[in-house]
Every structure is written in C-alpha cells, then in structure tokens.
C-alpha cells in the first residue's frame, strides 16, 4: 500500500469552493492535497470550445464581490475577466408573449406593464400589510418565497415577478424554497422596518447619508470561457491536486484523518484536517460513520435538475434586439424553458465569427423534473420552439453547440433549511478537524460559495498557528 505524507488539509471536492478553499489555504502556507473524482476540476463550471463557439455549462456570469475580484487577481487570470458593456446588463422577462425590460426601480415597475393596475395598487399598499414581527411566534418560523410574496405584496408580484427569477437563479419552487434562507436581507426589511418597501427606501437613504453611491453589481465572464477560473486555481496548486480520485470513506485515526480512495489498495490519505467540498448528498454518505443525524440532514437537502443547452443561430434570423443578458419567463407564458442568456451580446468572445449569436437555454428546475427524462432531440425542439416564439427567431434549426445535463444542478434552500443546517453545524463540530463548505450553505452563487472557502481556509491558518505555538 502507497502512504502518502501526512498533509495539514485534505480537501475533498475541486468545484469552486473545494479549489478556492485549497488555494487559500496552500497560499496560508499549509499543505494541502484536493481530491476530486473527476478526471477534471471545475464540479458544475465546464466551458465546451468546438472552434466556431465557446459554450459555458453552470454559470454563464459571476456576479463580482470583493472576494471573486480578490481570487481572480491572486490566481493571476484578471487580465481575462470581462465585463459586459452596461447595456448587454439588462434582463428581459417574458411577459404577455413579449420581451420586457426588468425594472430597476420602483418608479420603473409601475410604469412597466408586467402588473396591471390592481397589481400595482397592491404593490403600493405594501406598507399598510401588518408585519410578522406583530406576532411574535409568526416572525420565527420559516415561509416560503411564494407565501412571502402574496403575503405583503400580492400574488401578481410573485407571479411576473419573483417566480421566474427563483426559477431561474434557484431552479426552485417558489411555494417551497425558504424565504429566510434564499433572501434574508428582505425578510430582515420586514423585521426591522414592518415593510419591505419602507425597508429598501431606509437602506438607500442610509447609503446616501454615507455618502455611498449605490451601484448595481457588475457580472463578470473570463475571456476563454469561464472555466478559466477553475483551470487557472488548479494549475496554481499543481502536484497539490489529484483528479480521478473519488474519496469513498473517511476514519478516525487517533489525531489525524485518514482518506481512502475508490483505488484503496493503491493509496491513502492521512490529513490533520479534512474539508468536505462535495455536494451534500456525498458528505452525507463520507460522515455517516462520524454523525449519523448530520447525515441524515444533508441527504434531505434536495437538488434540482437543470439542462443547458448552448445553440448558435445565423444573427440576421434572429428578430429580438439582443442588447441584454437574456430573459426569464414567468410560467404563466407557457413555455417550457425557465430563460435562455445571450452570451455573445454579454461576451463577443463567444462566437468567432461576428454573423454568428450563441444563445444558452436553461430548461427543468424543480417544476419540471421529468426534464431528464427527455431525449437531446426533445429538448433542442422545445428550446427552439420557445426560442422562435419570445425571440421572433425565423428560419431553420439552430447549431447545437453544447448540452450539459444536471441531474443534481442546484441546493434546494426549502423551509426549513436553516433548521437543517444547524443540526449539520453542531454535529460536524463535534467531529475533530473536520469542516464543510460548498454551495449548499450559504448560497449557490459563486462568489459565496469563494467567500464561504475563504473563511474556512483562514479558520484552518488560524488553528494551525495556535497548534504551532501550544
Ligand atoms: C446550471 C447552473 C447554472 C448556474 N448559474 C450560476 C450563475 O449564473 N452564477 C453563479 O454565481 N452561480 C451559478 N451557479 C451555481 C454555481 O455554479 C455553483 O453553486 C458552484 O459552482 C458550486 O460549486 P461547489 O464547488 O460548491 O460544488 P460543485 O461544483 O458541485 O463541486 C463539487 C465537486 O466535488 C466532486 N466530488 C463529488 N464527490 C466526490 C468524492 N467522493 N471525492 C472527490 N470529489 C468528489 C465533484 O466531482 C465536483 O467537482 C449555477 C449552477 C448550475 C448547475
């Protein structure tokens, strides 16, 4: 049997927040080995390049945070980070079997025509809607978005509005996705001002007494494809890294974590510390042994299916205006995809040649789970049909340039969720050395599952230097 010399950490897991957790902590100066069973690092951020167009599966955009800005610059790939021009950051939502403008304010929103005028007088009377901090038992359980929503502003605002963006940024199910745990800083609003509406107003006015000009985050793609990110992380921890090799158990030996691999006569793994960077329902199975109840905990948090697929279409086919980031659809509209992104409107690097478009259709999510069942030809047929129907496509099929099907694409954060995630917590503490992170605890946007890596990398310096000094 080969031994490997003990490591500080073992990080199990090279997706973002396995990759970004082992760089940080290589860059603390611990040692550090990162294990992911794939023959490549990257977990749900792929990029397919066939010559004619680059195509992203997971993200098409990241959101920019300090910290995201913080590990482009320091894994050296800033020069490849792109921003879209400011007009290719307009969202569209299908509405009323057109494309509209997202409103970016309250004035924008009444003038809009995604609410009739009940809708928006409704909407006003946010304010008067009595708040559950009236009701002290109220305010501390959970609710669901969908519930949230009708509650304080009405079911046409969950409708047209805050249902295609759950599905589209969750691929959740509004009547079961926690309020408290997808959107906090709204249900704070509620709690600290009795009104969403009143809330926002306050912060803004909070900003400006500050003398903080609010601006709109930018999205931010790399040159390439997005899984430059990945790549460039992987390559910076080199021998560090070890792909094709899935973790299958973990032991208790004495201090030290011990790790065996799917080859276990050929290799294991000794570490101080472990950090599991999986989807939830493998560290549920890798901390059975250790914490039953925590276990249990992470095989209930469910995930969604989401398809992707990546088409090209001749530009002069194409009938929409195509100077946004892509639309959203309420599903009221009938169509089956959840939205389709315009990556070469956001990066022109997508298609090279300039007469070409490359459009991403997102398609399944938890209403529509028989998505995986569908054949390849099914899904291209229903993405074009809906594609000709809200973008005014004319003429023949598109080219398919990329599909990626996930059958466990997004955390679900149900009701619920941060009852679960304190069981989890308090458990996995009791477990020496061993610690989580990953897209299903504080948010499945890239930069939280980095900033969320980050802090455990520092937490894991922090120990190592109080265990050097005692
Ligand atoms: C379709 C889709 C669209 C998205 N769009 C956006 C977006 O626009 N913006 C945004 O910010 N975020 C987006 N996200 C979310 C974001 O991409 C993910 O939340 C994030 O990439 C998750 O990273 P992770 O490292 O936590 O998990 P993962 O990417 O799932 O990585 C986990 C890794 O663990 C590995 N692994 C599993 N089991 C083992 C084992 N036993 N041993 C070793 N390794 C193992 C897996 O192979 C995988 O590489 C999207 C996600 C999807 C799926």
Redesign the pocket.
Known sequence: MKAFQPVDVAV???????LSCAFWAKRMGLSVLL????PS?????RSVRNGECIADG??????SSPEFMELVEAAGIKELARTPAAEANQPYLFHGGRLVPVPQNLPALLSSPLLSLGGKLRLLSEPLVASRRSDAGAAEQDESVAAFVRRRAGPQVLDALVSPFVSGIFAGDPDKLSMRSAFPAVVDMERRHGSVLRGAVASRRAARRNGAVPKRRQSVGFGGGNDRLPAALAEQLGRELRTS???QAIWQRGEWLELSLADAALSRIVARSVVL???AF?AADLLARFEPAASAELRAIAYSP?I?IALAYPRNAIGAPLDGFGFLAARSEGLRILGCVWNSAMFPDRCAREEDVLLTVFLGGALDPGVLAASDDELVRAAHADLRRAMKIHDGMPRVIAGFR?AK??PQYDVGHDRKLKTIADAVARIPHMHLC??YLTS????D?IKLAKSVAEGLGRSLETRAKT
């Not at 199990?12 to 396995?18: E, H, K, P």
């Not at 690092?41 to 951020?45: A, D």
């Not at 997971?58 to 959101?63: E, F």
């Open positions: 199990v897991g090279g997706g973002i927040s396995g294990l992911e069973s794939e690092v990257g977990g749900c951020m997971g993200p098409q955009s990241i959101m090799a899935p973790v960077a999986t989807p493998v989401v992707q996930w694409a997004i990953g897209s499945p946007s890239v930069p599952c």
